[in-house]
Nanobody, 124 residues
Framework: QVQLVESGGGFVQAGGSLRLSCAAS????????MGWFRQAPGKERYFVAA????????SYADSVKGRVAISRDNAKNTVYLQMNSLRPEDTAVYYC?????????????????WGQGTQVTVSS
């Protein structure tokens, strides 16, 4: 089992940047596909980005493509989400997730482990 703790959220003006971190413990993240999801108030949780456990292939939601980059540091057992050119519509709680199984990488139901989330607020 793996435990995930997110950090790096905060308050930023539109056009700014943030880097979220997801520190894992219990297992090494190189055994898992790692993903980021987000949930705005009153809305469902949506896929943001993921990196596969094999080959580190990345995938992004269309809404963030070109502005966001996911990366992993297996030595630090940490996954990052670099977010640039932030917009008010990026405001949400961001969750880190991990999975060992295969399936649609953007489907939250395929992820087994979740962090508690970190709040990102972007002002206009």
């Amino acid at each position: 089992q793996v435990q995930l703790v997110e950090s790096g959220g905060g308050f930023v003006q539109a056009g700014g940047s943030l880097r979220l971190s997801c520190a894992a413990s219990g297992r090494t993240i190189n055994s898992y596909t790692m993903g980021w999801f987000r949930q705005a108030p009153g809305k469902e949780r949506y896929f943001v980005a993921a990196t596969t456990r094999v080959f580190g292939i990345t995938s992004y939601a269309d809404s963030v493509k070109g502005r966001v980059a996911i990366s992993r540091d297996n030595a630090k057992n940490t996954v990052y989400l670099q977010m640039n050119s932030l917009r008010p519509e990026d405001t949400a709680v961001y969750y880190c997730a991990a999975r060992f199984r295969t399936g649609n990488i953007s489907d939250e139901r395929t992820y087994d482990y979740w962090g508690q989330g970190t709040q990102v607020t972007v002002s206009s």
